[in-house]
């Protein structure tokens, strides 16, 4: 068991989701009592009603301020007061490049990824304040915020954008004695990702983590893992640090051949990188 969490309040964003699920599951056996948010409402409830300790549930869309004032309520009433934030919630957009990104989407994707972990963010040293206590809070950054792709354009430039709300919030809250840390997954087969057989989905995830110097996918739970250690006492001298968790996958040098240099089919990725996408 790792020191300081039993007993604890938790919120997870995202909780319906394979990481969110993971997190809230390692933080129930922990012994910390969790609030699954999420804005599918039945996985949320489901999540909840399976963990082995006390829990709560919230359906709620983590980029509209109201509610997530309603789900910090939901926390505060029904265990006096919160802890710990894990603020997991994220969606992938499509994988198009820049000539068929919609501006739309690219707003939608922004909406929940950033506004969805500044409103978190905000919300939980309000709440602190209110309580007049300290707290840590986790964000799921990924490995999408320290490396660059030629698709997935949107849900790359929200997760570089985590980590300027990461180190901005980890220097406000440390004078405050208010943690703030981030986990980087890399290749973690969930449903975040659609299934399918366009490059980049779920369909192609062992091939690509088979590059790694782990040379296999992670999984949620190991997510889940680094999560609960940054969320208690045993990290309690880290604030404004992003763990990666991707099998070795940010430290490759891939111009070298130990790094995979000339192990994809280049004219095959342009092909379907750059040919017009159909409507």
Known sequence: MLDGLAGKVAIVTGGAGGLGSASARRLSAEGCRVVVVDRDGDGARAVA????????????????????????????????????HHLNAGIPGT?????DLHVAEF????????RGVFLGLRGAFRRYREQGTAGTVVLTASIASLRGSADLIAYQTSKHAVLGLLRGAAMYGGPLGIRVNAVAPGIIPTNLFPA???????????????????????TPEEIASVVAFLLSEESAYM???????DGGAAIMSTVRP??????????????RTY?????
């Open 196 to 218: 399918g057989g366009s490059p980049g989905g779920r369909d192609d995830m062992r091939q690509r983590a088979a590059t790694t110097p782990l040379r296999r996918p992670g």
């Open 258 to 271: 130990s790094g995979g240099a000339g192990a994809w089919d280049f004219a095959s990725l342009d092909r």
């Open 275 to 279: 040919l017009p996408r159909e409507e």
């Open 107 to 114: 707003d939608r994707v922004m909406a929940v990824n950033v």
């Open 239 to 245: 604030t404004g640090e992003v763990v990666s968790a």
């Open 95 to 99: 994988p198009g490049g820049f000539p």
């Open 49 to 84: 009603e399976s963990l082995p300790g006390e829990s709560a549930w919230v359906a709620a869309d983590v980029s509209r301020e109201e509610e997530v004032d309603e789900y910090l309520g939901v926390a505060a009433r029904s265990f006096g007061k919160i802890d710990f």
